[in-house]
């Protein structure tokens, strides 16, 4: 004879079995795609998709096609096919320009990416310490670049009120005192300074996360082995921080790229076009100049070069999200 206790346990056990089959069945049914959903999903895009069509895709496409025009003030449009990118790269003007840019990008990532990791580095040596440090380092990366550019013009002022100046005459250097953004030999790396010390505070806090993001054991185990804080730094810290270092470079050279606030209130692309990005001499010839096809012409060399920069990073951040 069968005992009723095990009985009624089995059917238990069975019914439990099959409320769980029942349960995750629903539960994958609720992942799947459903083609009911569908016109919700799209009713609910069609907002962003307006939005992003009028600020974004009509003016690329319009800018596209306004440099393969000859344009001058309100004078008639005249099409001459590739003519403003062949006249644009035969201008020695562009060409200066094109070779700023490089050295105004490259310098100006290097410097404060560079910065960052290191001030990174240290600071996750004593988190707790260095909090006011690095809250007072990332606020300066929220500052307005034209509100920036005006505070390093005082710094940078070439008569008795400019503090650079200033403290050199203080230190008994009265001979160095400079007009720093008046001569084309240190323009531009006034204007790299300047613009690296808004930059430092991304790369900072983003390398910091990488660090705080290692495990505990691993520092902990470094340190039983007898490693000295220099040595953890370089052989741990620094390789595992990579990822939050590739990240700021990204941000920091589309940023260098695309500047514009603090060149114009620098600078103005001077002097004699020596800190003219190619963010600047589309403005100067669209803007200035009236010839709205040569500088739509400058604009998409510049969305190429974002181009350029932007793909092979969004292909390695999604084949890594796979």
Not at 89 to 106: C, E
Not at 239 to 256: D, K
Request: aromatic share 12%; hydrophobic share 50%.
């Amino acid at each position: 004879m069968s005992n009723p206790a095990t009985s009624s346990g089995v059917a238990d056990v069975g019914r439990a079995s099959s409320l769980a089959g029942g349960g995750r069945r629903k539960l994958a049914a609720t992942r799947g795609w459903r083609f009911s959903n569908a016109p919700v999903a799209f009713f609910l895009l069609i907002p962003v998709l307006v939005l992003f069509g009028i600020a974004v895709v009509f003016p690329l496409i319009e800018t596209i096609r306004l440099s393969f025009f000859d344009i001058k003030g309100l004078g008639k449009p005249k099409y001459v096919e590739l003519g403003n990118y062949v006249k644009l790269f035969a201008d020695p003007a562009f060409r200066n320009t094109l070779t700023t840019t490089l050295t105004f990008t490259l310098a100006t990532t290097v410097v404060s990416v560079g910065i960052g990791w290191v001030l990174a580095m240290l600071c996750s040596f004593a988190p707790r310490l260095t909090t006011a440090f690095r809250v007072m380092i990332f606020s300066a990366f929220g500052i307005s670049e034209a509100v920036a550019g005006y505070m390093w013009i005082g710094i940078f002022r070439p008569d008795a009120g400019g503090l650079l100046n200033t403290v050199i005459s203080m230190f008994g250097f009265p001979g160095f005192a400079h007009p720093w953004l008046g001569d084309t030999n240190t323009a531009l790396g006034a204007l790299i300074f300047a613009a690296s010390w808004g930059g430092v505070g991304l790369p900072l806090m983003l390398c910091f996360a990488s660090v705080q993001a290692i495990p505990k054991t691993v520092l902990e185990a470094a340190y039983m082995d007898g490693a000295k804080p220099m040595s953890i730094m370089r052989h741990i810290m620094m390789p595992l921080s990579l990822p939050g270092v590739r990240v700021a470079i990204f941000i920091n050279l589309l940023g260098a790229l695309r500047a514009f606030d603090i060149i114009y209130v620098l600078t103005g692309g001077g002097p004699v076009r020596s800190t003219e990005t190619v963010g600047y001499f589309m403005y100067r010839e669209s803007m200035t100049q009236f010839k709205l096809g040569y500088g739509a012409a400058a604009t998409v060399v510049l969305l190429l070069a974002v181009l350029v920069i932007s793909i092979p990073a969004i292909i390695q951040r999604t084949a890594g999200a796979k």
